[in-house]
T-cell receptor, first 113, second 109 residues
Framework: ETGVTQTPRHLVMGMTNKKSLKCEQH?????MYWYKQSAKKPLELMFV???????ENNSVPSRFSPECPNSSHLFLHLHTLQPEDSALYLC????????????FGSGTRLTVV | TQLLEQSPQFLSIQEGENLTVYCNSS?????LQWYRQEPGEGPVLLVT?????EVKKLKRLTFQFGDARKDSSLHITAAQPGDTGLYLC?????????FGTGTRLQVFP
């Protein structure tokens, strides 16, 4: 248990499906992040939320839609994905803008067929 | 843009050996973090160093921040198979971490 919980752990979806990834933290952190990690590639920052407000969108395609209803929950809504979107999606949270580190979840392994 | 280079990229060693991983930059950092990531899992924070010359120990792992705060090293003594993983020292930029490819360590029994 890392303090950041991601569900589901594994997801297989077709290109026409709509699904959502969920991230939850009860560490009292005020910032949350979505990262994408493709095979053998570095973690790629997707979105940053501070106090529920989106402060960064790293040129992510619109088929990925984040939602942050409160400081403890973060969602990533997925629709009409492509096979190249298959990856490990990681959520993280931090306090003090991450100066002392992030706490990551275990990730959702997404496969688009 | 602060560029951060990690070396080596890959390292395969036998159990019981010592190793050092380096994280270098041409710019000064206010702080530097080290993470370890195991396959299929999220990275886990090992340590944060903030003071030039700082040395922190975590069991068999020793972390050092350079005096000029431009570089850091991770030394593992008597490596064990459980140390296998991807070691990362991301660049901290305002309110986000930018990750490189890291050092992939394999320790064989």
């Amino acid at each position: 248990e890392t303090g950041v919980t991601q569900t589901p752990r594994h997801l297989v979806m077709g290109m026409t499906n709509k699904k959502s990834l969920k991230c939850e933290q009860h560490l009292g952190h005020n910032a949350m992040y979505w990262y994408k990690q493709s095979a053998k590639k570095p973690l790629e920052l997707m979105f940053v939320y501070n106090f529920k407000e989106q402060t960064e969108n790293n040129s992510v395609p619109s088929r990925f839609s984040p939602e942050c209803p409160n400081s403890s929950h973060l969602f990533l809504h997925l629709h009409t994905l492509q096979p190249e979107d298959s990856a490990l999606y990681l959520c993280a949270s931090s306090q003090f803008a991450g100066y002392y580190g992030y706490t990551f979840g275990s990730g959702t392994r997404l496969t688009v067929v | 843009t602060q560029l951060l280079e990690q070396s080596p990229q890959f390292l395969s060693i036998q159990e019981g050996e010592n190793l050092t991983v380096y994280c270098n930059s041409s710019s000064v950092f206010s702080s530097l973090q080290w993470y370890r990531q195991e396959p299929g899992e999220g990275p886990v924070l090992l340590v944060t160093v903030v003071t030039g010359g700082e040395v922190k120990k975590l069991k068999r792992l020793t972390f050092q921040f350079g005096d000029a705060r431009k570089d850091s090293s991770l030394h593992i003594t008597a490596a064990q198979p459980g140390d296998t993983g991807l070691y990362l020292c991301p660049r901290y930029n305002t309110d986000k971490l930018i990750f490189g490819t890291g050092t992939r360590l394999q320790v064989f029994p």
